[in-house]
């Protein structure tokens, strides 16, 4: 494998230094919960940075004490500014390292703040006398509310350039706010939508970075709504989730971090994070909601790798001993990119063709893919050099641009399918156990598909691979397509598989 990549490289591709301004991934996260607002690295906790509302002096005395339960820690204008709300009332712009009050105002039970056009903010107030409503304010005149306009339990505002309209979360359901004489003096709020919630009770919403939808948490489950086709879908990693206060997804890596409280706390110790998924302790903290912080900017190196058809683009600056395997590793996506689309189509649909392959000497486990970029653990690669496999599952996982929901199991199972049936077709195979099943996905469920293609249905990743990229897989489509369910298929499978196996044959 090694000689014909350095060959491809030589002959069909062309290394080049490009140095530009790259977004180094940000591991840092803002955390609030009760009277501190706090940035840690991710992985350590180490505290970076701190804010107390009860030790600002340049608060007024009497709203130093409205930020004993901070709620929302919102870094805004590349995070060197922080929105600060609490539901004991304080609300707050901070300039960030310096920590300086900008703005503030006091809200009855404030549980999210966003920054609207012409230096303005909107406050989503919750339950109590004086809340259920979304509050205006003017950044030069602090505690001086310019519109309001009710909202049953507000607690989530995100605005939306693109649209240029403002998305707020209520008790019951998702609204869609216009601005009105938004250059006068007297601006206002129109609402344009109402889309009733899933399940009662909206807590977190927050926008996905490059996606056209919103993530949402209620008290039983986590959404995500397409704000183009205006639709509700279950979170695949988090469906089932009930309490979860806030949630945030990197821009750059996709990682999700989020903050779930018990049926006995509003608050918790424990960040989780999806992609990949773990879990740390803050211990003494009480939590309640995670912001990732922007990526900080610096120069960066990388390589690029090109032919007519795909790009990768090679980050190895924070393991720059893996800079030959990475070029290896890049010339391998720039020429499987276009097998896969191929083996990988669907009508209407045009693959990406460009990845960055970014290798993270931090990193846990083996790699993932999210948003045309691979991470891969760079401790992983130095420890089996030889698994170019890895880099073409990943890869299998650009190109799929499947939406959620789908089942895991088979989209896993399909990139194991490229990965051992195509591109590694003669490496040894796993054995099975009787108590496999064909939703351990990965290589089990590779050969399973590819048992079904030779004794069922040639076609059968094709029309599988493009359902999931509708969003439209069923499982009734096993036996549309076979005529048998895929418990049916997978009794006939595990029985061929071990008359096979056996000593006799």
């Given at each position: 494998m090694i000689p014909r990549l350095l060959a491809l490289a030589t002959l069909c591709s062309f290394l080049l230094p490009l140095k530009a301004q790259e977004h180094a991934a940000s591991s840092r996260l803002?955390?609030?919960?009760?009277?501190?607002?706090?940035?840690?690295?991710?992985?350590?906790?180490?505290?970076?940075?701190?804010?107390?509302?009860?030790?600002?002096?340049?608060?007024?005395?009497?709203?130093?004490?409205?930020?004993?339960?901070?709620?929302?820690?919102?870094?805004?204008?590349?995070?060197?500014?922080?929105?600060?709300?609490?539901?004991?009332?304080?609300?707050?712009?901070?300039?960030r390292p310096s920590g300086r009050v900008l703005w503030h105002a006091q809200v009855t039970n404030a549980h999210s703040l966003e920054l609207l056009p012409r230096d303005r903010v909107v406050v989503a107030s919750s339950l109590g006398k004086t809340g259920n409503r979304l509050v205006v304010f003017d950044l030069a005149r602090s505690n001086e509310p310019i519109f309001d306009t009710p909202l049953p339990s507000a607690h989530g505002v995100v605005w939306d350039e693109a649209r240029h309209c403002l998305w707020a979360l209520g008790f019951a359901e998702l609204r869609r706010y216009e601005l009105k004489d938004w250059d006068g003096d007297k601006p206002s709020l129109v609402q344009q939508a109402s889309h009733p919630l899933p399940d009662e009770d909206g807590h977190d919403l927050?926008?996905?970075?490059?996606?056209?939808?919103?993530?949402?948490?209620?008290?039983?489950?986590?959404?995500?709504?397409?704000?183009?086709?205006?639709?509700?879908?279950?979170?695949?990693?988090?469906?089932?989730?009930?309490?979860?206060?806030?949630?945030?997804?990197?821009?750059?890596?996709?990682?999700?971090?989020?903050?779930?409280?018990?049926?006995?706390?509003?608050?918790?110790?424990?960040?989780?994070?999806?992609?990949?998924?773990?879990?740390?302790?803050?211990?003494?903290?009480?939590?309640?909601?995670?912001?990732?912080?922007?990526?900080?900017?610096?120069?960066?190196?990388?390589?690029?790798?090109?032919?007519?058809?795909?790009?990768?683009?090679?980050?190895?600056?924070?393991?720059?001993?893996?800079?030959?395997?990475?070029?290896?590793?890049?010339?391998?996506?720039?020429?499987?990119?276009?097998?896969?689309?191929?083996?990988?189509?669907?009508?209407?649909?045009?693959?990406?063709?460009?990845?960055?392959?970014?290798?993270?000497?931090?990193?846990?486990?083996?790699?993932?893919?999210?948003?045309?970029?691979?991470?891969?653990?760079a401790a992983f690669v130095r420890s089996h050099p030889d698994d170019w496999g890895m880099i073409v599952h990943e890869l299998t996982h650009v190109v799929q641009s499947y939406p959620p929901g789908g089942p895991g199991w088979l989209v896993e199972g399909l990139a194991d399918y490229i990965r051992i049936v195509k591109f590694e077709p003669k490496a040894p195979r796993p054995k099975l156990t009787r108590l496999a099943s064909y939703k351990d996905a990965y290589k089990t469920t590779a050969m399973f598909l590819e048992w079904i293609e030779k004794q069922h249905a040639p076609d059968l990743v094709v029309k599988m691979n493009a359902a999931l990229r509708k969003g439209a897989y069923r499982d009734e489509m096993w036996k549309e397509i076979t005529g048998k369910t895929v418990d049916e298929l997978w009794g006939l499978f595990v029985a061929d598989f071990f008359q096979k196996s056996s000593p006799q044959n």
């Open positions: 803002l955390l609030c919960g009760m009277g501190e607002v706090f940035e840690v690295e991710a992985g350590s906790l180490e505290k970076k940075w701190s804010w107390r509302g009860a030790e600002r002096e340049d608060l007024p005395e009497a709203m130093r004490s409205r930020f004993a339960t901070t709620d929302e820690c919102k870094p805004v204008e590349g995070g060197k500014k922080v929105l600060i709300s609490a539901s004991s009332g304080g609300c707050t712009l901070v300039e927050q926008a996905v970075p490059r996606s056209s939808d919103l993530i949402l948490s209620t008290h039983g489950h986590v959404f995500l709504f397409n704000r183009d086709q205006s639709a509700f879908r279950p979170h695949p990693e988090l469906r089932e989730t009930a309490l979860v206060k806030g949630v945030s997804i990197h821009p750059t890596t996709g990682r999700t971090a989020y903050i779930q409280a018990s049926d006995k706390a509003w608050w918790s110790s424990d960040i989780h994070f999806l992609k990949p998924a773990a879990q740390v302790t803050a211990n003494g903290e009480k939590l309640y909601k995670a912001r990732w912080l922007p990526q900080t900017i610096k120069q960066r190196t990388m390589t690029k790798i090109a032919s007519k058809e795909a790009v990768a683009l090679v980050d190895t600056n924070d393991a720059p001993d893996l800079k030959e395997w990475g070029n290896k590793a890049g010339t391998l996506c720039v020429e499987w990119f276009p097998k896969i689309a191929t083996l990988l189509p669907s009508e209407g649909f045009a693959a990406p063709k460009q990845v960055t392959l970014y290798f993270d000497p931090a990193m846990k486990g083996v790699a993932h893919a999210a948003n045309g970029r691979i991470t891969i653990s």
